[in-house]
């Protein structure tokens, strides 16, 4: 934003005397404080004053004091410091009069972003100090500047943790609307859980969270909510992911997300033919009904449980016999063999539905990969 125009000619004075109100709203004073508070103030003089070998004072745009070397001066008004910051100009005071707290130096209004946000001032010869003081307010922008960022920046890790923690914990609708709102993200959403190493969390948040995303470390995991069209680079990991049209469907993606996260067996394995749905089921079993639909298929070898779920994701069997790279009969002579050790036949949808239930249900049971994130060493 550029800086408003205003004169550049100092005002030299023995002392100033008008001690009216600087013209500003009460909203401007506020925005102002907001930039520069009393303990960044003393902050940067503390900083800067050993630096420079000079007191180095800062103003508010009242002209009171806010930090300085001498406390006993914090809180009082300093008559240059209201004329600079009023004017918008550099005030230079030659000498002290009677009467007058100000001591000689320079006074120079700083400015951020093109918003006066107070004045600063540095005691000396006015000649000798004159272009320290416009370095020293210089410094002082660019380090209000940096403050704010910093500040900005986690307000919204803030604000993002407190949307994925809510959508995860099962928030009613009319907060997680309110949640969503404060994100800025529109719907449709994509909700993404990825299994990162412990060292690779915070600068993969911290990338996603500089785009069009929102994504914070819940329990070992990264939630990575974003707009379900929007290009995010997700980095490569284990995880798996739904779109949501909406708040309803996105509060249900969650419940459905942080059940999985409990269970990481149930997690997909890179190319896997896998259903969201009975795995978000399968880890919402009690854990008795898990255990029996387990044992239904306990007899049933490690190809049995592949040909269940290829049969599940294909639109056919000689697609399912495609992705499992086996012949037609082959896979013909794999279904008798479950029909016999189970005694239901995986090509009727209701005994196919409930034989997938029950290869997620033991899928949970068992150790399986391990937990997710900080438990687990870096991939190499």
């Known amino acids: 934003m550029r800086t408003p125009a205003r004169s550049t000619a100092p005002t030299r004075t023995g002392t100033v005397g008008d001690h009216s109100t600087a013209t500003s709203t009460d909203a401007d004073d506020e925005g102002a404080a907001l930039l520069l508070t009393s303990a960044l103030a003393m902050d940067v003089v503390a900083a800067l004053a050993p630096r420079v070998g000079r007191n180095v004072n800062l103003m508010d745009r009242r002209g009171v004091i806010i ?11 300093h008559d240059g410091a209201l004329r600079a910051a009023r004017q918008g100009r550099t005030v230079v005071i030659d000498a002290q009069m009677p009467g007058s707290g100000d001591l000689p130096g320079v006074n120079e209004p700083l400015y951020v972003d093109g918003t006066l946000c107070g004045v600063v001032g540095v005691t000396g010869a006015p000649r000798e100090v004159a272009e320290l003081a416009r370095v020293v307010a210089l410094s002082v922008g660019l380090l209000v500047r940096q403050q704010r960022a910093q500040d900005g920046a986690l307000l919204r890790d803030a604000a993002t ?7 995860s914990s099962g928030v009613d609708v009319e907060a997680a609307d309110a949640l969503l709102r404060d994100a800025a993200i529109p719907a449709p959403w994509r909700l993404d859980v990825l299994d990162l190493a412990a060292d690779a969390l915070a600068p993969a948040i911290a990338r996603l969270n500089a785009g069009p995303a929102a ?9 990575v909510l974003r707009h379900a069209h929007a290009p995010v680079d997700l980095p490569e990991a284990a995880g798996f992911g739904a779109d949501a049209p909406d708040a ?3 509060l249900a993606r969650a419940e459905d997300a942080r059940l999985i996260a409990r269970h990481p067996a149930l997690w997909p394995e890179p190319d896997e033919v896998w259903s969201w749905e009975h795995a978000a089921a399968a880890a919402a079993l ?10 239904s298929i306990a007899t049933l070898a490690p190809a049995h449980l592949d040909t269940i779920t290829a049969i599940a994701g294909a639109r056919s069997l000689a697609d399912a016999a495609a992705t499992l790279h086996i012949h037609r009969n082959t896979l013909l002579q794999r279904i008798e063999r479950i029909s016999e050790l189970v005694g239901a036949d995986v090509r009727e949808p209701l005994a196919l539905s409930t034989m997938l239930l029950a290869v997620y249900a033991a899928r949970a049971e068992r150790p399986g990969r391990e937990a997710p994130g900080r438990f687990r060493p870096r991939r190499g």
């Open 248 to 250: 309803v469907s996105l």
């Open 161 to 167: 943790r407190d949307l994925l923690a809510g959508l």
């Open 67 to 77: 930090a300085a070397l001498d406390p006993a001066r914090i809180g009082t008004r």
């Open 286 to 295: 009690p854990p008795i009904s898990r255990r029996r639909a387990a044992a």
């Open 215 to 223: 994504a914070a470390a819940l329990d070992g995991a990264v939630w």
